[in-house]
């Protein structure tokens, strides 16, 4: 199962199409807010999308969560859990939701790592990155043991990749 994850692209829905055209055939596209497209844009068609603190269209859901397969993913843009400063509130509500997968955006920052037996993961900037010059995004492979995490550049340049053994 493949999942592939965006975040933070801030109006521009050509980089949406364009990262979306490198891997058609995933299970799940899931963007972690502020994209600043309206809710029905097709660029977002077909997505599980929420809203971020940029998103003005009320269609838009603070959060999502849906299982693909034996797995529960939780997305959230993360401003509403202060995610800037701690992930400690998103992990409550990913527990309380009984996720596998958290994935979340805003800081612009990417990043994942395992805690509590659920996958945190922010896919960084496709706009506006933070902390490195690349604009990012991510790919996400559940397999029974592990989740496989890949960061991508917007030109689908392989940034780094890891590995975390999963529960079940």
Known sequence: MQILVMSDT???SNVIEKVRGFY?????FIHCGD???PFSHEALDGMNKVRGNC???KAFHDEVVFDLEDVTVFVT??????VKTSILSLSYRAKEVNAQIACFGHSHILGAEMI???LFLNPGSLLKPRGRKEKSFALVEAEDTYFEVKFFTDDNSCISSHKFMRKK
């Open 55 to 57: 998103d003005i269209d």
């Open 10 to 12: 801030h109006g521009d």
């Open 116 to 118: 509590d037996d659920v």
């Open 24 to 28: 058609p055939k995933v299970d799940a």
């Open 77 to 82: 843009h993360g401003h509403l859990f202060n």
């Open 35 to 37: 994209s600043e497209l």
